[in-house]
């Protein structure tokens, strides 16, 4: 089993930064997948971005595009999203996923990530 533990949110003004990161825990692995999604209120969960630990590629969705970017970590198996020039409407709980599957080209699909972490909560303040 493997857990994934978010960390990172927090509250900041338009325009700022926050960086989150997501590690993981329990049984080894290389070669993966890992994603983060995001839920605001009242809306359904969407893609933000995603990271091949196998390839180095990564895959952003259009609206964090150029202001979001997500990295390996120094840590092993540890992934960061750095998000810069924030907007009220990134406002949501962020999540962690874990596909550990060996993709050049990862998931945007939901259901393609079968480990999951809590969630963190950022809030853009306008």
């Known amino acids: 089993q493997v857990q994934l533990i978010e960390s990172g949110g927090g509250l900041v003004q338009a325009g700022g930064s926050l960086r989150l990161s997501c590690s993981t825990s329990?049984?080894?692995?290389?070669?993966?997948?890992m994603g983060w999604f995001r839920q605001a209120p009242g809306k359904e969960r969407e893609f933000v971005a995603a990271?091949?630990?196998?390839?180095?590629?990564?895959r952003y969705a259009d609206s964090v595009k150029g202001r979001f970017t997500i990295s390996r970590a120094n840590a092993k198996n540890t992934i960061n999203l750095e998000m810069n020039s924030l907007k009220p409407e990134d406002t949501a709980k962020y999540y962690c996923?874990?596909?550990?599957?060996?993709?050049?080209?990862?998931?945007?699909?939901?259901?393609?990530?079968?480990?999951w972490g809590q969630g963190t909560q950022v809030t853009v303040s306008s």
């Open positions: 996923a874990l596909d550990l599957s060996l993709r050049a080209n990862c998931a945007a699909i939901q259901t393609t990530y079968g480990y």
């Open positions: 329990g049984r080894t692995f290389s070669g993966y997948c």
């Open positions: 990271f091949s630990e196998t390839f180095g590629s990564t």
